[in-house]
């Protein structure tokens, strides 16, 4: 049963190992999908139809008819009457089994019909405003804001500072260098929840508890990002940098034009990398950062979950704008990511 | 800007102007701005220290974000009282280990002075065992699919992969809303079983989600691992099984998992070191833990512990960190002795 966990390749014919091999990649493949498309088509649903049950696949709204003679549109019904035939009529009331409906023919004629021969008709409609609301209501385009923010100066700060320090230790021979870089290494399986209480000591011992600064700081000198890059400098060849000393190039002029242009690609991958850890950062940004103004989209997520249970309308939408630059960054950079963790075994 | 073969950096062009050529040159000064001061400094310190120059800021942050708490981190294990700073805290010995570990009997949480913690340690336990087995297999199935296939491998890595990416909350967002009461899961389950259910308010069921969401978001990463791992099994070894008649189930249990085992076994442990620290998820898909307890795990006693209750107790907190860091390091130093045993 289990031949499958076999491997060959190159046979003409379709056996038992290959259906159950394309069983199991398309049963992933839905296991996945389903839940993040259904989250996705959810956030579109108006909030009666979001709390309806069994509940229904695609976002749909009540259909609205305008008749001459009302100021507001009437919700439409299809009414069946009684020689069988089903017309589109304005609901202007309903009271017990009696409902009062309009024709669009004939505006002015109102009709009474059993409530039973009427059925409400919606349309395929996104609710956009589930998306508009939250950011306009609510405090999340200031979430948003933080995120964005930490994110990007976090990364450039990343980028930068990684890059200096794993110029130093690819490039030069000094006292200490090996300690330095073993140092830093023995930390990469060190998590934080081991350290949580000493460094948020430190973050408020330099006034950056609650502040937006305090989370970027202790997130940028990452050992990950300087190993990435020294092994890549590494494999630059040092002649380079011999024949620059003879122009007379200053060291940073060596590491800023020549280093740092050569190491783009390991830089694409890092900065990646930052991208996606930042802007999905939870555990520490929740320690650090009290107050609703600084919180970061992940943070005002979590807490507005909390606070609103069954506002889910606006949870999903959030969610969405949550995942949309992740997966964005993902579909246009999947190949440097997939081959980037291969590589490295960074995550 | 170009480095030439020879080595030598000279300007990219030099005319005629155009407005591309402007933007370079406003680049070019704003490179000779940043330039300016560490050429400086160079001229001021000498060549042979600048190296420090570059280790410097990233070291420095290093020092004051990893390094000063890792030393504190012991330190306040041995403190009591609810201040935050270390030189106020009153020194109190084993207090909190001996606190954490006072129990009638460690098989039964509802013993012990600090039932919640013990409570805590047996959730991660079963959880860890659960999920690493549970992600292992996965993993495992799908790195030896994915690494038959001839075509679309690339496609399927990459569906794969996805949820790796995604944040906890949003993952656990998603699942929530899967797993509700208006759910798509219940609409199935209400046709089948008659009843609608709350997953995530029984003990069985959140406990079971909770593992299911976590491999789930995870598996994709260990996949890759273990297929760049399948990927390194030369080819002319099942070649000449092949010629031998070796049937294929016989050559997965004597050739391909013989030679996976190494890397297998560091997945293993890396996926051991993450079980144990879980939280994120868990916490936002269980409403902080719930039901009840069922899903309370370590970390999340120690960040409640220290940040989320009126009396900060950041000493037990810590105390319960030092202990759980040990665990983790035994596993760690598990993993480099086999991560050592496989290069050779």
Partial sequence: ?347 | MAATDDGYVRPAREAPVSSSDRGDRLLEAAMAVVEWPFTRLQRLIGLRRMPWVFVLPNMALFTIFVFIPVLLAIGYAFTGGTELLLWNRPFVGFENFSRLLSCGSYLDPATCELDLFWTAVFNTTWYTAFNATGTLVVSLVTALVLNRLTRGKAFFRAIFFYPVLLSPVVVALVWKWFLARNGLLNAVFADLMGERTIFLLEVLWSRFWVVYVSIWFHMGFYTLIILAGLQAIPRDIYEAALIDGTTRWRQFWRLTLPLLMPNLLVVLVLLLIRSVQVFDEAWVLTDGGGPGTANTFVVQFIYETAFATDVRLYGLASAASVLMGLALLVLTLVQLWLGKKAEN
Avoid: C
């Avoid at chain 1, 300087?226 to 630059?236: A, E, G």
């Fill in chain 1, 1 to 347: 049963m289990l031949g499958f966990l076999t491997r060959t390749r190159g046979k003409s014919r379709m056996d038992v190992t290959d259906i159950l091999a394309w069983a199991w990649l398309i049963l992933g493949t839905l296991v996945i999908a389903i839940p993040i498309g259904w989250a996705f088509l959810s956030s579109f649903k108006p909030e009666a139809e979001i709390n309806s049950f069994p509940p229904t696949l695609l976002p749909r709204a009540a259909e609205e008819l305008a008749i001459d003679g009302y100021d507001e549109p009437l919700p439409a019904y299809a009414w069946t009457d009684e020689q069988g035939e089903t017309r589109t009529v304005g609901l202007v009331r309903r009271i017990g089994l009696k409902a009062t409906v309009v024709d669009p023919a004939s505006p002015g004629e109102r009709l009474s019909v059993d409530a039973s021969a009427i059925e409400k008709q919606t349309v395929l409609r996104p609710e956009w405003s589930n998306y508009t609301d939250p950011l306009e209501r609510f405090a999340f385009l200031t979430y948003l804001k933080n995120s964005v923010f930490v994110t990007t100066v976090a990364t450039i700060l990343t980028l930068v500072l990684n890059s200096m320090a794993a110029f130093a230790l690819s490039k030069y021979r000094f006292r200490g260098s090996t300690t330095i870089f073993v140092l830093m290494l023995s930390t990469l399986m060190l998590p934080l929840s081991v350290i949580m209480v000493p460094a948020f000591m430190v973050v408020v011992g330099l006034n950056l508890a609650d502040n937006l600064w305090g989370v970027i700081f202790s997130t940028v000198a990452t050992p990950t990002g300087v190993f990435l890059l020294r092994q890549y400098m590494l494999t630059i060849p040092d002649d380079l940098i011999e024949a620059a000393r003879v122009d007379a190039a200053s060291e940073f002029r060596i590491y800023w034009r020549i280093i740092l242009p050569l190491s783009a690609p390991a830089l694409a991958v890092l900065a990646i990398f930052s991208v996606i850890w930042r802007w999905n950062d939870f555990l520490w940004p929740l320690i650090v950062l009290s107050s609703p103004e600084n919180y970061t989209l992940q943070l005002g997520l979590n807490a507005f979950q909390g606070q609103f249970t069954v506002q889910w309308h606006y949870i999903l939408s959030m969610t969405v704008v949550a995942l949309l630059p992740v997966t964005l960054i993902f579909l246009f950079l999947q190949r440097y990511i997939t081959e980037g963790v291969a590589s490295s075994g960074v995550k």
